[in-house]
């Protein structure tokens, strides 16, 4: 187990690696430079900045100072903030992206896991058709058709909620309810599938047919086991999670490191982009870790298939 | 059909019909002003309402559900041409040019897709400078989400084309001296055709939510031009005292992914022969 775990970061760290250098190469194949005003300057001063900001190498040595500032855990200047740096704007700014993701993460599993259960537990009851419509509008609705509603509803019709900024705990209900809604309906969506196909299984008619109570097959047959398959989702769930915050941080002026993605890009800042890429990447492949280390724990199956190895 | 697939039927019907129309559903032109009713919300002469320079909302939703649809269905048939013949040739020649190709989706796939569409937006819309800029934007919006939609499009023709070229009647092509690249075209690929379809029409609601998304966002459709997306960020910013205009463009999306949606469902239905017994 050790062992595969370090194979694990290791290849994660390629991984990293790959994201930054091909990240490095796209950004440097647009057209147009970070100091490009409508007016272009006089070059001295165009030199001047960028020697300041060792722009004025060949690509392959800004490409090679570039990884040896990395490798000591400098992210570089920021070029439109000026005097920031890009570690000090993702200091302010990845907390609030944390919290949100793991707000809307909570509320997706527990939502999704307890509407799906509900759902397959009773096939083609209300419940479980209502459940249906509503994932299928949680699967298909993007994220600012969701975030515009509920502002509609709860932060400007009923007045029950803030409706955007981040200043507290109340701020974080209405957006990571907008992000939780499309993994809370394919968690829903997958659940049910998996309670459906668990409750015929073999295994559950065997339990039933040994005087197991109901409630108990349910519980340590039924439950356990689709909750496993549902598992596997956990890593592509947070990598939407945080993909998706992109647009609702900037639905609900949330000041987290979404919106200095698009913005960054549009004004070449290239350690920026690098920068917030290099935290989502490093933010996914981590997930997809724990996510198989959980799993490789949790099924006996899998545990005991790597020992042999 | 179930009921829910003659309501994505019909949703689907309704909206290409709109988009077909264009602006010339309720008579007036997308881009035609009256400040005299600036901002107005549905009335008998408007019936969805005015945007802030006095522009019929209904004309604005018909014309710009067509260039939602039209993005949308460009970037799915770019995205399964590209990921058929790209899939078809790793999983059909194999060995190290499998691997390699292989590999290239891998690293495709761990970058964050947001970020290889927006680089993309931005490069193709400054490399097709020479264009007029409706179509720039509709082919560098179509190009981008294309490219971001192949890499599934290919996992999937690898996985079954593999899948296939072990089967009894490859074989027996094979032994009758028939050309390789004859065998898959012939033989294969119309075998594996139907998971690859079902896939397509799932492509493109997947399709228009992104180009939304990212013309909701600022970089999809510029004005005077506009798509659902771009619709429904100007309604977005004066949502709080006109709420019509940020709700007609968002029940349009809605209805169409929905739409889109239910259908593809029928379609998998009817083509997944395990489920149809």
């Known amino acids: ?309 | 059909m179930t009921a829910r697939g003659w309501v994505g039927a019909a949703l689907v019907a309704s909206l290409v019909l709109l988009a077909l129309a264009g602006d010339r559903v309720g008579g007036y032109r997308f881009d035609a002003q009256d400040q005299a009713h600036a901002l107005e919300g549905p009335s008998r002469a408007h019936w969805l309402g005015c945007d802030a320079l006095g522009r019929d909302l209904l004309a604005r939703l018909c014309e710009g559900g067509r260039i939602s649809l039209v993005v949308a269905v460009g970037a799915t048939a770019l995205a399964v041409a590209f990921g058929l013949a790209y899939g078809a040739l790793a999983g059909w020649v194999g060995g190290r040019l499998d691997a390699l190709l292989m590999r290239a989706v891998d690293v495709i796939y761990a970058l964050p897709d947001v970020l290889v569409t927006v680089l993309l937006i931005e490069a193709l819309s400054a490399a097709l400078a020479g264009l007029p800029d409706l179509w720039r934007r509709l082919a560098a919006l179509s190009l981008a989400l294309g490219f971001a939609g192949f890499v599934g499009v290919a996992r999937l023709v690898r996985a079954l084309v593999l899948q296939a070229r072990e089967e009894t009647w490859v074989e027996a092509a094979r032994a009758t001296g028939a050309h390789p690249a004859r065998i898959l075209v012939r033989h294969v690929l119309p075998n594996v055709a139907a998971p690859i379809l079902v896939s397509a029409a799932f492509r493109i609601p997947a399709a228009i939510l992104a180009e939304s998304t990212l013309s909701f966002i600022g970089l999809g459709i510029q004005p005077p031009f506009s798509s659902w997306g771009t619709l429904a960020s100007d309604g977005f910013e004066a949502m709080r005292s006109y709420p019509h205009l940020i709700l007609f463009p968002c029940v349009a999306i809605l209805c169409s992914l929905l739409g889109f949606h239910l259908l593809g469902e029928v379609l998998r239905e009817r083509l997944d022969p395990r489920r149809r017994a």
């Open chain 1, 1 to 309: 187990m050790t062992r595969y775990a370090i194979g694990r970061v290791l290849a994660g760290v390629i991984v990293l690696w790959v994201v930054a250098t091909l990240t490095f190469a796209l950004l440097r194949f647009l057209p147009g430079g970070p100091f490009d005003k409508e007016r272009s300057l006089p070059p001295e001063i165009m030199r001047n900045l960028e020697r300041r900001y060792a722009l004025d190498g060949t690509l392959l040595e800004q490409y090679g100072d570039y990884l040896a500032r990395l490798a000591r855990g400098d992210l570089g200047p920021s070029y439109k903030y000026v005097g920031r740096d890009v570690a000090d704007i993702l200091r302010d700014a990845v907390p609030v992206s944390l919290e949100l993701g793991a707000a809307a993460f909570a509320l997706a599993v527990a939502g999704g896991i307890s509407l799906g259960l509900a759902a397959g537990a009773r096939r083609d009851s209300l419940v479980d058709r209502s459940v249906a419509l509503g994932s299928l509008v949680g699967v298909s609705a993007p994220s600012f058709v969701i975030g515009a509603g509920l502002i509609l509803v709860f932060g400007l019709g009923l007045q029950w909620l803030p409706a955007g900024l981040w200043e507290g705990p109340l701020y974080a209900v209405l957006p990571a309810c907008t992000l939780a809604a499309l993994p809370m309906a394919y968690a829903a969506q997958l659940t049910r599938a998996q309670v459906v196909a668990v409750m015929e299984q073999d295994y559950v008619r065997t339990a039933r047919a040994l005087g197991v109570a109901e409630a108990r097959v349910r519980r340590r047959h039924v439950l356990r086991n689709a909750l496993l398959a549902v598992m596997t989702y956990f890593g592509p769930l947070l990598a939407i999670l945080l993909t998706g915050s992109f647009v609702v941080e900037r639905i609900f002026a949330v000041p987290g490191m979404g919106r200095f993605f698009v913005t960054a890009v549009t004004n070449r800042d290239y350690p920026l982009v690098l920068g917030v890429t290099l935290v989502y990447g490093a933010l996914v492949v981590l997930a997809n870790l724990a996510v198989d280390l959980l799993y490789a724990w949790l099924d006996p199956r899998i545990r005991v298939g790597n020992t042999e190895k």
